[in-house]
């Protein structure tokens, strides 16, 4: 019913930055939180920001003052502006949607399959 697609991921060194996207497509009637979490290899998956359908905005400790979450509700977009990137950055990131289905109207989470960061020191 509802896709959630990433992009933007790549190898880049210490200290560059980049920019994640994140497209989400289907039966959307409204997209209430939306968010970016990261699964490092061994180690289990974790929030890295949120933002409401308000643009209300939460990030984790490791990423504050460094990455910027924000989205475009018209084209039902969200993005990670990621600046100063450490090895410890290193990951898969994932893209999380909590999503206002049509038929049956309810709301459902949604997850895109990832988009790989390295970076190197």
């Known amino acids: 019913q509802v896709q959630l697609v990433e992009s933007g991921g790549a190898l880049v060194q210490a200290g560059e930055s980049l920019r994640l996207s994140c497209v989400a497509s289907?039966?959307?009637?409204?997209?209430?939180?939306m968010g970016w979490y990261r699964q490092a290899p061994g180690k289990q998956r974790e929030l890295v920001a949120t933002?409401?359908?308000?643009?209300?905005?939460h990030y984790s400790d490791s990423v504050k003052g460094r990455f910027t979450i924000s989205r475009d509700n018209a084209k039902n977009t969200v993005y990670l502006q990621m600046n100063n990137l450490k090895p410890e950055d290193t990951a898969v990131y994932y893209c999380?949607?909590?999503?206002?289905?049509?038929?049956?109207?309810?709301?459902?989470?949604?997850w895109g399959q990832g988009t790989r960061v390295t970076v190197s020191s």
């Open positions: 999380n949607g909590h999503v206002l289905v049509s038929n049956p109207r309810r709301f459902n989470d949604y």
């Open positions: 289907g039966s959307i009637v409204h997209i209430d939180d």
């Open positions: 933002i409401t359908a308000l643009l209300t905005t």
